[in-house]
Nanobody, 125 residues
Framework: QIQVAESGGGLGHPGGSMRLSCSVS????????MGWYRQTPGATREMVAR?????????????KGRFTVSRDNAKNTERYQTTMSLQMNRLRADDTAVYSC?????????????WGRGTQVTVSS
């Protein structure tokens, strides 16, 4: 029902900026929250930022004030495209991780999460 694909990422420098995008297609009217998660080798995946269908946002403490999540809504139709972005400013070395996009979907009786493949972000001088 939902297809998810991340873009952006790559090498960034401490103090610099980078923007990630998550392209979502399918029955997006039934999406109730979209989020960015990140994971480093040997660590548990952690939530970075989420945006609810209401527009409310949540951030991990480590990125508050530096990262901004947003979502573009093209049209309110059954099937269309939407994009969620993550603007990352004042990058730090500990932002290095694989960043993945997650979409939470509900349409009775289906309640399911969809993940993208992830994109590597490396912050290094």
């Amino acid at each position: 029902q939902i297809q998810v694909a991340e873009s952006g990422g790559g090498l960034g420098h401490p103090g610099g900026s980078m923007r990630l995008s998550c392209s979502v297609s399918g029955e997006i009217a039934n999406i109730y929250v979209m989020g960015w998660y990140r994971q480093t080798p040997g660590a548990t995946r952690e939530m970075v930022a989420r945006i609810h269908s209401s527009g409310d946002t949540e951030y991990a403490d480590s990125v508050k004030g530096r990262f901004t999540v947003s979502r573009d809504n093209a049209k309110n139709t059954e099937r269309y495209q939407t994009t969620m972005s993550l603007q990352m400013n004042r990058l730090r070395a500990d932002d290095t991780a694989v960043y993945s996009c997650r979409v939470d979907y509900y349409r009775d009786p289906i309640n399911q999460s969809f993940w993208g493949r992830g994109t590597q972000v490396t912050v290094s001088s």
